[in-house]
């Protein structure tokens, strides 16, 4: 996997595609769901906080199609839960064109030796375990299209493997480690896989380690927010089994 500049997508990328983004309520995945709607997708909204989709959802709507609101805990959802999940897109939606992951769990800058047990396995599951069940169980639906991707967002790993950063960035390992097994596999399917690792975002996660008020390199989400939809669009097959990193 490398890492490549983006070259962009025009008006319309995405127009009639079905999109599923996780972590919609987050600040880089709102971000991403407005930019797709603009890009003409119909977006499914999943998240864990219902009133935050709420949110999201208005500002989605303004922008393009209506969206659709799907609430569920990552942390606490089973594989039957991502197979449900798929059976309703497939009964309501009849398809599935892109799977955007962007949901995370990051408790904090913590020492190894003091860091909670569960906090570090739910760090790890949110991570790497959920997005690999909800990616095997849109597969199906995915592989019934001419053209799909699955894109997971990763972060920096010299950044995240360092001291401190506990499972989330064992997990970012694993992700792309994920990443690089999938495209693998899929490499001659109609699916594609890739990774997007954003530029340094002003999102609550990003304030969990680095201090807003000091943070002069991030920028708003929505900045980075195009590149989701390059890589969701027919222009992502220019980075199939690479992650898309960002400055």
């Not at 920096?156 to 401190?164: H, I, K, Q, S, T």
């Not at 201090?211 to 991030?218: C, F, P, Y």
């Not at 669009?233 to 220019?238: K, L, N, P, Q, T």
Request: aromatic share 6%; net charge negative; glycine share 10%.
């Amino acid at each position: 996997m490398s890492a490549v500049p983006s070259v962009g997508v025009g008006t319309g990328a995405l127009a009639g595609r079905v999109i599923l983004i996780a972590g919609a309520g987050g600040g880089f995945g709102s971000a991403a769901a407005v930019a797709c709607a603009e890009a003409g997708a119909t977006v499914v909204l999943l998240g864990r906080k219902p009133r935050r989709l709420d949110r999201v959802y208005a500002a989605v709507e303004a922008a393009g199609p209506e969206p659709l609101l799907y609430p569920m805990d990552l942390e606490g959802a089973t594989p039957d839960d991502y197979a449900t999940l798929a059976e309703r897109l497939q009964s309501e939606l009849g398809r599935l064109d892109g799977v955007l992951y962007c949901a995370a769990d990051f408790p904090g800058l913590t020492p190894f030796e003091h860091a909670d047990p569960a906090a570090f396995a739910r760090a790890v599951h949110v991570n790497l375990t959920a997005p690999a069940w909800l990616a095997q169980a849109c597969l199906p639906l995915l592989r019934q299209r001419d053209d799909a991707a699955l894109v997971f967002t990763v972060d920096d790993p010299e950044r995240v493997g360092r001291a401190f950063w506990g499972g989330y960035g064992a997990a970012q390992h694993g992700l792309r480690g994920l990443i690089a097994a999938l495209h693998d596999e899929l490499a001659r399917s109609p699916v594609r896989v890739s990774g997007l690792q954003p530029g340094p975002m002003r999102t609550a996660l990003r304030a969990r380690a680095f201090s807003l008020d000091e943070d002069g390199v991030a920028r708003e989400p929505a900045v980075h927010a195009t590149a989701a939809v390059e890589l969701l669009s027919a222009a992502g097959v220019a980075h199939r089994g690479q992650v898309l990193a960002l400055s």
